[in-house]
RNA sequence: GGAGGGGUGACCGAGUGGACGAUGGUGACGGUCUUGAAAACCGUUUUAGCUUCGCGCUAACGCGGGUUCGAAUCCCGCCCCCUCCGCCA
């Protein structure tokens, strides 16, 4: 969420920054006109309260309660309820189009209409040359045994699958190496997040209530599937204020994801690149507004490092003010190569949210113990998602035979060096 | 799911219709004392909104509604926690 004071006093700056994501000028327009209109019941309301306390303590002290006080008091009371009425339909309208409001771009993001627009920053490795025609990752895991498609399908239709034997066991190695890593070597503590939350978590994180047609919904108990552990990790601290010292937290969660994927129905629909639930392990920081800058650079190095010590090529692009995620000031998206099918795949997405989240899940922190609270800033970057791993490493380490050689930093996590 | 008990400030805990944003204690911060520290004593210590920017006004005692001139206090609904029972990996 932006700040309303930001929109109220500058509206124009506003304006020009949603223009960049291709968002037009009537939301705006709207918010200024409620708020107006919200801040005036709000005075006269105010102003009746005042009156009302004033005279209510008066009546208090007297011994014989004046007849005409209370009956005008009694009116005034009638006004205040007939105000607040009016006034919290305008709040609800006025919240409702600030939460669907996207965040601010930074300033040094390169302005852009869609991915096309999008830039290269650097990139790492070289796609392998092979002596042979490499095969996608559909065709070899079902002929290892390792991705049964039809099972998934028949179990819960289009868009699943079941991993098999070492198939299930490669995805189960590459969590543990990417957890330990993340937590051993670049300083994040692990969460067990649960996978279902109510509605206020994904409002915080910035799910809802604009993208409630990508979620997983129970209607009975009103809960929520995340669709990235971003969400659970935003909402440990919502309203909270972190005491001095505790910043910068760095989390690491491993979640399945659940993603209706509705909009984009027959797309991407081979293989395990998109399917309705996925496995991924999230990074997430809550860290002062002065460093998220270059914790975000870190962040990224802290995903590149996956790609890197995997042997998996990968180049990492800025996106655009046009294609970049709805609570994000600033994007980098890491692709990785898959010699099979011959793309390259976005394995991670590491934004720095600034305040957005936090204003929205009222998270703040203290920096000594006798300044008021701020608002922290969240940072969050997949580190990696599973099945766009699994690809690279089943398609770019495939033999000849068929055979898949098993990355050497999962040698102490699979019992087998090579999946045949 | 059923029965009973409970939810008050960072924490503990008082408060059952009016002067209560809320007694007291703990913690934290500042000070006195001390070579220094502890102890003792004194003081300070919520968050947000509006704003004529004046610490002026308003709001918040789980959440939402109601009664009343006036609600932490009374009434209704919901949520959460604890105990017991039921069910269950």
New binding site residues.
């Given amino acids: 969420m932006i700040d ?2 930001l929109i ?1 006093d500058n509206p124009e700056a506003v304006f020009q920054a949603m223009e960049k994501r291709g968002e037009g000028r009537e939301s705006i327009d709207e918010i200024i006109g409620l708020d107006n209109t919200f ?1 005036r019941f ?2 006269e ?3 009746l ?2 009156r ?6 008066q ?3 007297m011994k014989e ?1 004046p007849a005409d ?2 009956a005008e ?2 009116q ?2 009638e006004r205040i ?1 007939q105000i607040e009425a009016e006034s ?1 339909e305008i709040t609800a309208r006025l919240e409702d189009k600030l939460l669907r409001l996207p965040n601010l771009p930074a300033a040094d993001v390169p302005v852009g209409k869609d991915s096309q627009d999008n830039i290269e920053v650097r990139s790492w490795g070289k796609p392998k040359e092979f002596t042979f025609k490499p095969l996608p990752h559909w065709e070899l895991g079902e002929k290892l045994g390792i991705i049964d498609f039809q099972r998934g399908v028949k179990l819960s239709g289009t868009r699943f699958y079941v991993l098999r034997g070492q198939g299930a066991q490669l995805q189960r190695a590459l969590i543990n190496f990417m957890l330990d890593l993340h937590v051993n070597a670049h300083g994040y503590t692990e969460i067990f997040p649960p996978f279902m939350v109510k509605k206020e978590s994904m409002v915080g994180s910035g799910n809802l209530p604009k993208f409630a047609d990508n979620l997983y919904h129970d209607i009975e108990e009103d809960y929520w599937f995340v669709p990235t552990a971003e969400v659970p990790l935003t909402n440990l601290h919502r309203d909270e ?1 972190l005491t001095p010292g505790t910043l910068p937290l760095y989390y690491v969660a491993h979640t399945s994801c659940f993603r209706r994927e509705k909009m984009a129905a027959g797309k991407d629909s081979r293989g395990i690149k998109r399917g309705h639930q996925f496995e991924k392990v999230e990074m997430y920081k809550f860290v002062e507004p002065e460093t998220s800058v270059s914790e975000l650079d870190k962040l990224t190095r802290d995903a590149e490092d996956i790609c890197q010590k995997l042997g998996l090529p990968y180049h990492v692009i800025q996106l655009c003010t046009g294609d970049m995620g709805f609570a994000a000031v600033k994007t980098f998206d890491i692709e990785i190569w898959a010699a099979g099918c011959r793309e390259w795949l976005e394995v991670s997405s590491c934004s720095n949210c600034g305040d957005f989240q936090a204003r929205r899940a009222n998270i ?1 922190y ?1 920096p000594d ?2 300044s ?2 701020r608002l922290v800033h969240t940072l969050n970057g997949s580190g990696l998602a599973l099945p766009r791993i699994m690809i690279s490493i089943i398609e770019n380490y495939q033999q000849q035979d068929g055979s898949i050689l098993v990355p050497e930093a999962l040698h102490p996590y699979m019992n087998t060096r090579v999946i045949k």
């Fill in positions: 309303i004071k109220r801040r709000l005075q309301a105010e102003a309260r005042a009302r306390n004033e005279v209510s303590k009546i208090s002290l309660k006080l209370i008091m009694r005034v009371g309820s919290s204020i703040r203290r113990s006798e008021k609270p």
